[in-house]
């Protein structure tokens, strides 16, 4: 079982800078990768960074040199610094873990309850 705790959203003016967090607790659960999504109404959830197993780190073409993800794996945590923030950028952002039940192994994917990211401008 694994559950999200996500933190970090809020207002913020264009150019601004933003920090998320999720933490990930739970045991019994295999990480293959942690990321970040984000949603606007009217719009599917969308990719804004990954982070696999392994290291390997994928962005959308979108956030490119303006966010950063990262994870702590001794505290269960992954962030995403944003940086240069735009009005396009204000969405719901969501964490997401995949990986593997241990016993089972199926295979799990967890979302957490979203923060809202809003950028004026």
């Known amino acids: 079982q694994v559950q999200l705790v996500e933190s970090g959203g809020g207002l913020v003016q264009a150019g601004g800078s933003l920090r998320l967090s999720c933490a990930a607790s739970g045991s019994g659960f295999r990480t293959n990768a942690m990321g970040w999504y984000r949603q606007t109404p009217g719009k599917q959830r969308e990719l804004v960074a990954t982070?696999?197993?392994?290291?390997?780190?994928n962005y959308a073409d979108s956030v490119k040199g303006r966010f950063t993800i990262s994870r702590d794996n001794t505290k269960n945590m992954v962030y995403l610094q944003m940086n240069s923030l735009k009005p396009e950028d204000t969405a719901v952002y969501y964490c997401n873990v995949a990986g593997q039940d241990n016993w089972s192994r199926k295979d799990i994917e967890v979302w957490g309850q979203g923060t809202l990211v809003t950028v004026s401008s």
């Open positions: 982070i696999i197993r392994g290291g390997s780190i």
